[in-house]
């Protein structure tokens, strides 16, 4: 997901396999704790935060290629324009 030039947002998409690996609850203070994190570094008013999971079956996940061993997460994060190169790498 690219967010429009200019989008005041950041968002945060945590990609899991879907085999229960969170639950709801999980995710709800996974999702506070990345804003609370976000706010903390960047200063930016904790409205701006989109945390977005993104569940795949196994046979869609791949790793270099081969399918995900494991329960992997991974944080692709995105902020928005007009931050400085040091918040932007922070």
């Known amino acids: 997901m690219i967010a429009p ?6 968002r ?8 229960d690996a ?12 990345i804003t609370r994190i976000h706010n903390e570094v ?3 008013a904790t409205f701006f935060a989109q945390v977005l999971f993104i569940e795949l079956e196994p046979e869609n996940y ?10 992997q997460v991974f ?5 928005r324009a007009g931050r400085s190169a040091i ?4």
């Open 22 to 33: 969170f639950s709801a609850d999980n995710k709800r203070r996974a999702a506070e704790e």
């Open 87 to 90: 918040d932007r790498t922070s």
């Open 62 to 71: 791949f790793v270099a290629g081969k399918p995900l061993r494991g329960d």
């Open 42 to 44: 960047t200063r930016a």
């Open 75 to 79: 944080l692709d994060g995105q902020i």
């Open 5 to 10: 030039v200019g989008d005041k947002r950041c």
């Open 12 to 19: 945060l998409t945590l990609t899991i396999p879907s085999k």
